[in-house]
């Protein structure tokens, strides 16, 4: 089954760091690349960043570069998103996409991350 | 970094109306665009790919056109379960992805 399977919800305080896993399955992982998708509760979608799985070139979106960091382990087809420094208005649902050139058809199921004291 | 403004904000019709979204690059991105439909607590799904090509298995009342910087997204005749919040979505080569600030559509 063709399939991306994210990781549990997080809580976390305001300074910490999250890293967020994406498991893929049912298809070749390196033919394609990762894009990290978030949304803030009640707001639109925001694109972070993508990493290549075939060679891990990366390109993050610039409000981000600093504090976030994706990788990928392809020995278990799986992706990761790491942010640190976080803050309140990071607390949103975390998603990960497979980039197929154009859109994403496949998505995982999302990653809840809390970021509270 | 490219800008994606997409109009309207929020869209109030009647089954059976046609539904017009747009979406306006701040440059020109050829047809570069993406269309995406969320229901609440579940993740993006793709209805149209580079400005207008059907994705697989998604119904045909869907459609998108244009290329530049002005693309539209339609639905021919609205039906319930088409309730939702709709995105645009460009993309370049390096690759970098931008969404429009989405559209909520609800049933009047």
């Known amino acids: 089954q063709v399939q991306l399977v994210q990781s549990g919800a997080e809580v976390k305080k305001p300074g910490a760091s999250v890293k967020v896993s994406c498991k893929a399955s049912g298809y070749t992982f390196t033919s394609y690349g990762i894009s990290w998708v978030r949304q803030a509760p009640g707001q639109g979608l925001e694109w972070m960043g993508w990493?290549?799985?075939?060679?891990?070139?990366?390109n993050y979106a610039q409000k981000l570069q600093g504090r976030v960091t994706m990788t990928t382990d392809t020995s278990t087809s799986t992706a990761y998103m790491e942010l640190r420094s976080l803050r309140s208005d990071d607390t949103a649902v975390y998603y990960c996409?497979?980039?197929?050139?154009?859109?994403?058809?496949?998505w995982g199921q999302g990653t809840m991350v809390t970021v509270s004291s | 970094d490219i800008q994606m403004t997409q109009s309207p904000s929020s869209l109030s019709a009647s089954v059976g109306d046609r539904v017009t979204i747009t979406c306006q690059a701040s440059q020109d991105i050829s047809n570069y665009l993406n269309w995406y439909q969320q229901k609440p607590g579940k993740a993006p799904k793709l209805l149209i790919y580079d400005a207008s090509n059907l994705e697989t298995g998604v119904p045909s009342r869907f459609s998108g056109s244009g290329s530049g910087t002005d693309f539209t997204f339609t639905i021919s005749s609205l039906q319930p379960e088409d309730i939702a919040t709709y995105y645009c979505q460009q993309y370049d080569n390096l690759p970098q992805y931008t969404f429009g600030q989405g559209t909520k559509l609800e049933i009047k």
């Open positions: 996409a497979r980039a197929e050139g154009s859109g994403s058809s496949l």
């Open positions: 990493i290549s799985a075939y060679n891990g070139n990366t």
